[in-house]
């Protein structure tokens, strides 16, 4: 069974730095995409990052671009975003996915986690 679990958030003040963890089982991590998205309440979700388990090139979006680092553990199937510089709007549940595609930033994953709660205080 294919399963993507999700940890590491928490509450954080303003400014302050969070680290994500997504744990993959089920399937080999080698060669698949790894996205991280968030969803804040009455928004859409939007994606945040996301990373190429075969050759490591990573994406970020405008908003979260140099505060925020995405990087994979091939040994340990698991794909880590690393907050920093958080800010109030930041605030929402983040999700990762993954797609046996491999390519970079697909349009749609076939797997996803069931989310951890980042809360930044202002």
């Known amino acids: 069974e294919v399963q993507l679990v999700e940890s590491g958030g928490g509450l954080v003040q303003a400014g302050g730095s969070l680290r994500l963890s997504c744990a993959a089982s089920g399937f080999t991590f080698d060669d698949y995409a790894i996205g991280w998205f968030r969803q804040a309440p009455g928004k859409e979700r939007e994606g945040v990052s996301c990373?190429?388990?075969?050759?490591?090139?990573?994406y970020y979006a405008d908003s979260v671009k140099g505060r925020f680092t995405i990087s994979s553990d091939n040994a340990k199937n698991t794909v880590y975003l690393q907050m920093n510089s958080l800010k109030p709007e930041d605030t929402a549940v983040y999700y990762c996915?993954?797609?046996?595609?491999?390519?970079?930033?697909?349009?749609?994953?076939?797997?996803w986690g069931q989310g951890t709660q980042v809360t930044v205080s202002s």
């Open positions: 996915a993954a797609d046996p595609s491999g390519r970079l930033c697909p349009i749609e994953y076939d797997y």
């Open positions: 990373i190429s388990s075969s050759d490591g090139s990573t």
